[in-house]
């Protein structure tokens, strides 16, 4: 079980807004601690989206904005497209166990 | 160009060793953070370990420790993993990434190395 959890898939229409939201607790999110998000296609490495939890690295659309509140952030994409099927990731840190690295079991967009 | 390129992986029966190598380029790893992050067949990214940057610190996945050991040669501006023990559920492919400290962005990463643990 992840201690960051996400919907396992969302979906829109070309053109919509979809959101993805990333849920933790006081011991990551709600501690303070960035969330980074990733994006991963089928067959290759993962490639940072959002890093700090709203910022975006050169080269990623600003179709693509991350927040957060408490203990949960948020993806959104405005404007889909079709290029944006993927699975996104949500990352933070963790201060159990003596400090990790955590993972959200990551998201599905679904382009319809 | 930045670039991480992982080898060392193969198919390895349960209680077998592999060590897993990633090579910079680009960059000196010196300055950064590096991880290990796996991710199993059809599964999510889960956090295998970690290093700082002149490896006196190091963290490990509680489902990995004991069993893994990270290191770095940052003469060599290479990363490496030890896989003891392997056991079926380590099955994955393993990707080498770079963090500028312990709780930031993984902003680069390897194409990854598939590691198969099977009689």
């Known amino acids: 079980q992840s201690v960051l959890t996400q919907p396992p898939s969302v979906s829109g229409a070309p053109g919509q807004r979809v959101t993805i939201s990333c849920t933790g607790s006081?011991?990551?999110?709600?501690?303070?601690?960035?969330v980074h998000w990733y994006y991963q296609l089928p067959g290759t490495a993962p490639k940072l989206l959002i890093y700090?939890?709203?910022n975006r690295p050169s080269g990623v659309p600003d179709r693509f904005s991350g927040s957060k509140a408490g203990t949960s952030a948020s993806l959104a994409i405005t404007g889909l497209q079709a290029e944006d099927e993927a699975d996104y990731y949500c990352?933070?840190?963790?201060?159990?166990?003596?400090?990790?690295?955590?993972f959200g079991p990551g998201t599905k967009v679904t382009v319809l | 160009d930045v670039q991480l390129v992982e080898s060392g992986g193969g198919l390895v029966q349960p209680g077998g060793s592999l060590r897993l190598s990633c090579a910079a380029s680009?960059?000196?790893?010196?300055?950064?953070?590096l991880h290990w992050v796996r991710q199993g067949p059809g599964k999510g990214l889960v956090w295998v370990s970690r290093?700082?940057?002149?490896?006196?610190?190091?963290g490990y996945a509680d489902s990995v420790k004991g069993r893994f050991t990270i290191s770095r040669d940052n003469a060599k501006n290479t990363l490496y993993l030890q896989l003891n023990s392997l056991r079926a559920e380590d099955t994955a492919v393993y990707y080498c990434?770079?963090?500028?400290?312990?709780?930031?962005?993984?902003?680069?990463w390897g194409q990854g190395t598939l590691v198969t643990v099977s009689s």
């Open positions: 680009g960059f000196t790893i010196s300055a950064y953070w």
């Open positions: 006081s011991s990551n999110i709600g501690a303070g601690y960035d």
């Open positions: 290093i700082n940057s002149d490896g006196s610190r190091t």
């Open positions: 700090g939890t709203s």
């Open positions: 990434t770079r963090a500028s400290s312990r709780i930031a962005e993984n902003d680069y």
């Open positions: 990352q933070s840190y963790d201060t159990s166990f003596g400090g990790t690295t955590v």
